[in-house]
């Protein structure tokens, strides 16, 4: 089964960058998504298909994917952007999503 | 805008099955540019995928459930369920329902989830 690996957690300061990693075999080959998670709340999708962004989605979120990573880089780090954020992705071989971990993102 | 709301028992006992049903509102279930989802989450870890159904009928489910998982849908309720077996303590999460655009493969509507405790 496919795995992809996100690191536990994420500290960045407001105005900063963050940056959340999403290892996998080869995962420049296939779409990566994207989702948000703030306590109690469901998931909400932030990055569809790498990069693109679903609308009401600031421009801040963005996402990349190449070879073994991909990343989701949040710009200008705002309070509300504290919350875990999950890498996903279709495992075709078994025909099944694979969520990652997820990383907790905080605002320092 | 679309709305997805999970509901059915929060309690279930071990060994029975426990069934969650999830009302689409705001749009047609039957509408086929779409697929339907089950996610859950135990408290405090991450986010396991469950299942899908079209409205066709087709299913996948994810090979660590799969002999104990029915996704199903009904049109004429605007409704698609789940139907988990012989569950046990490691079952208790929160089960979330979803809606995906066909030919993509990620969510991009969820309902607000609903917690399920497998307990005697």
């Known amino acids: 089964s496919y795995v992809l690996t996100q690191p536990p957690s994420v500290s960045v300061a407001p105005g900063q960058t963050a940056r959340i990693t999403c290892g996998g075999n080869?995962?420049?080959?296939?779409?990566v998504h994207w989702y948000q998670q703030k306590p109690g709340q469901a998931p909400v999708l932030v990055v569809y298909d790498d990069s693109d962004r679903p609308s009401g989605i600031p421009e801040r979120f963005s996402g990349s994917n190449s070879g073994n990573t991909a990343t989701l880089t949040i710009s200008r780090v705002e309070a509300g952007d504290e919350a875990d954020y999950y890498c996903q992705v279709w495992d075709s071989s078994s025909d099944h999503k694979v969520f990652g971990g997820g990383t907790k993102l905080t605002v320092l | 805008q679309v709305q997805l709301q999970e509901s059915g028992p929060g309690l279930v006992k071990p060994s029975q099955t426990l069934s969650l049903t999830c009302t689409v509102s705001?749009?047609?279930?039957?509408?086929?540019?779409?697929?339907w989802s089950w996610i859950r989450q135990p408290a405090g870890k991450g986010l396991e995928w469950i299942g899908r159904i079209y409205t066709s009928g087709s299913t996948n489910y994810n090979p660590s459930l799969k002999s104990r998982v029915t996704i199903s849908v009904d049109t004429s309720k605007n409704q698609f369920s789940l139907k988990l077996s012989s569950v046990t303590a490691a079952d208790t999460a929160v089960y979330y329902c979803a809606r995906g655009p066909y030919g993509g493969n990620y969510l991009g509507n969820w309902g607000q989830g609903t917690l399920v405790t497998v307990s005697s």
């Open positions: 705001g749009g047609s279930i039957s509408s086929g540019s779409y697929y």
């Open positions: 080869n995962i420049g080959s296939k779409s």
